[in-house]
Every structure is written in C-alpha cells, then in structure tokens.
C-alpha cells in the first residue's frame, strides 16, 4: 500500500510494517518535551499515581515561555519545575536564557529524521523541517506520555503542498506560510498531516525551513514535514548521539488534497488583525501606522531573521521602538561574532533574553491599549500580545525592521535604498 510520510511515520513508531487513514495506534515517542507548562503537568501526573517517569532519557524541558521569571508566581513555577527535574533524573534540561524549545532541541540534535516527537506546545509541527514527525499535545496527554512513553494516535489524512520556483529578493519562507494560510484559512488542515515538495525547498535555508512547518500550526495541522536532505543530515551530525533512518513518502502516495504555490511571483505578505490567515499583499498594508516593532519567537527569531533586518536598519534610526529577541543563545552568539547584533543595537533595538516573551503576552514588549505591533512571530489573536485592544499584524523580517524605520508599514527596498 503506497504510504504518505505520516504512515510510515507513526507506523515505525508504533512498531508496524504500514498504516492505512483512520487506523488508532499506539505510537512510541522517541521524545516528549514541555516547557513553562511542566509544572501544571507534574499535577496531573501525580494525580494519575504513577510513581516515576518511564522514560526520563527520552524527556526534554526547556524554561522559555515567562524568562526571566517576570512575577512570583513564574518564578515559584520555575523553582517546582527544577526540583521535578532532579527527582527525576531528566538530562535534557535547559535553563532560562538557552532558547525557545522548537530551536533548542533542533539545535541540540534531539530529534532526528523519522523520528516522532510530541510536545506540549502547538508549534511541535516545527520538527517537520527535520523530516521527523511533531504533534502538539495537551498536558493531560503529557502527563500520559511520561507514565508510558506511548500515545493513542489517529493516522491522519494528508495535504500536499508543492512550491514552485525561487523567491524573489525581501521575500521569505516566512511569505510562503503566510500565503498558505491566506488560500486555505485558519481551518484548512484540521488534523490532517502536510506535506511540503517542490523545488523551491532546496533554495531555502536551513534557518528558513523551519517556518513552513511551523505555522502550519496556525491552521490545524496535526503534523507538518519536509523532505531531509545532506544540509539536514550535516547539520545534525555534530550534536547526534543515535542513528537514524529518514523516512520518505512513496511516489504514488494517496493525498486527500494538493495546493500548489508559484513562489517566484509571490510577494511579501502581511496577515492583519485579528488572524494569521488574515493576509495580503505587502502593497495593501502600505502606510498602516505602528507603535512597535517585534523580531523574535520560534517562527521569527533565528540568525538570518536577524541579519535580515541588520541589512534594513545599518545607518538607520528607528521612529518606533524595536524588540529583537533571539530564539537561542547561539543565535545571538553568531550574531555578536558577525556585527549583526552590533548593527541592530546601534540603530535603537532594545535586545531581550532568549523566550517567548510578548508572543505570549508575558513580558518584554507587551504593548499598551490602542497601540500596534508589527511582529515576526506565529500569532496575532486579540490579546495575544497581553493586551486586548492592541492590534498585532505578522510580516517578514525586512518588513518588520522597515516599520520600525518608517513608523509605518514600508516596503524595505525603499528604506534600504534611502541615504
């Protein structure tokens, strides 16, 4: 039977030769990660009474999401979180100030190709980039997934998504998502797999890959993936302790729907309020006043969002205040060592601790009532920002930086080009 990349995926994972559409298995997780929420979890699995984790060396907990601790109350969850950790023996901890979890486990070589991860974050499709198969969970599972190392899993029905050709300059893999769910709206993929092909994913780059799969999140896919090839092995081999095997789809797979995406003539998107799939043309959104500019969150915050916008913002200075929050420690290492740290400083950048910050509407760039942000992230919901009344629209990261030149939304080629 012709096998999609979820099926064989949740297939090996469940110890079987194929699985068909529909078929409930008992899949084995190579890795179960949380995060901030860990605490919450840690009740829930005391509440269920087993004793010990099952499998401590598959488990993953990163501190990301309040951090610093910005109230008590975070900190006082932390604390209980650090404790659980040395209870139970977990190796794979890390600590305020590494990374957001999708980038710190990528970067650590947590993962690899073929494997299946779960995690008790939504964005968990981010791990397609790596050819492995990521699913969000809740913490109830969570807690599941700790007492056994195993969850029920549904094979899922899967789109096909094919991009054709090579982005223009100023646009980005972060356009390809938004145009994505600008065609097939919020609900497009609800618990269904996606697959992506075509022959733009070779021009991408290996810090771009990850933000396909990433929003997929944002409009109900179960899992997301990418074909791995030698840039992906190369890039894991320093870091992996295990081998793998890379699962591709068979040729003559069975979709339950194909979208296809001419991306050499796609240009920069922009998703207004209140939704992700609320998008359009860069050209449309020219003029719309902003407050704050915010480059950061696992969909936005790697070393070449970064560069993107140093390129924008050298000789520049800002008319609306910038937040850079890099995705990890060692994206603000490379970046100390190539001057773009330097560039986006010098231009009035305010830079932020490695987390999710105001993605989550915790700390570090929450905005006030009635003003607007133009961020790199995942998400702009109202409130999502930590303020009900503060519009929040998503672009890419030279549009970002432009807006917050401009003091409104600009295409960046005018900035660059200006003296």
Not at 2 to 24: M, W
Not at 31 to 49: E, K, P
Not at 177 to 195: H, M
Request: with cysteine.
């Amino acid at each position: 039977m012709p096998q999609t990349f979820v099926q064989k995926a949740l297939a090996r994972a469940a110890g079987v030769t194929e699985a068909a559409v529909g078929d409930i298995l008992d899949v084995r997780a190579d890795v179960m990660f949380s995060h901030d929420n860990t605490a919450a979890i840690i009740r829930l699995f005391q509440q269920i009474g087993a004793p010990r984790i099952a499998h401590p060396e598959r488990v993953v907990i990163t501190l990301d999401h309040a951090v610093p601790a910005p109230t008590t109350a975070h900190a006082q969850n932390h604390a209980e979180i650090r404790a659980w950790v040395r209870a139970q023996g977990i190796r794979h901890f890390f600590e305020v100030g590494r990374g957001i979890c999708h980038q710190v486990i990528s970067e650590e070589a947590l993962v690899l190709p073929g494997e299946t991860i779960f995690g008790s974050d939504s964005h968990t499709t981010h791990f397609g980039w790596l050819g492995a198969f990521g699913m969000g969970v809740g913490r109830s599972e969570m807690a599941a997934l700790w007492a056994t190392g195993e969850l029920w899993v549904r094979v899922p029905e899967t789109l096909k998504i094919t991009l054709s050709g090579r982005l223009a300059a100023g646009v980005t893999a972060k356009d390809v998502a938004l145009k994505v769910l600008r065609d097939l709206r919020l609900t497009g993929s609800r618990y269904r797999a996606v697959e992506f092909h075509g022959d733009t994913l070779a021009t991408l780059s290996l810090d771009e890959l990850p933000v396909l799969p990433n929003l997929m999140a944002e409009f109900g896919a179960m899992s997301a993936y990418l074909p791995p090839d030698q840039r992906v092995f190369d890039a894991l081999e320093a870091k992996r302790t295990r081998s793998y095997t890379p699962l591709y789809p068979d040729p003559d797979a069975v979709y339950d729907q194909e979208h296809t995406i001419d991306c050499a003539a796609l240009p920069p998107q922009v998703a207004f309020p209140h939704q992700p799939d609320n998008v359009f043309d860069l050209t449309d959104a020219l003029g719309q006043p902003i407050d704050q500019a915010f480059i950061g969150t696992c969909a936005g915050g790697r070393y070449e969002d970064l560069a993107a916008a140093a390129a924008v913002l050298k000789g520049k200075k800002l008319r609306a205040r910038l937040i850079v929050i890099p995705a990890s420690a060692q994206v603000i290492q490379r970046a100390l060592a190539s001057g773009v740290l330097a560039t986006l400083i010098e231009a009035g950048a305010a830079l932020n601790t490695p987390g999710c910050g105001p993605c989550m509407g915790n700390h570090m760039g929450v905005p006030a009532p009635n003003e607007v942000t133009i961020s790199t992230g995942s998400r702009n919901f109202r409130g999502r920002m930590g303020t009900p009344d503060a519009p929040c629209y998503l672009a890419n990261p030279y549009v970002v930086a432009a807006a917050a030149v401009a003091g409104c939304i600009v295409d960046p080629r005018d900035v660059m080009a200006a003296d």
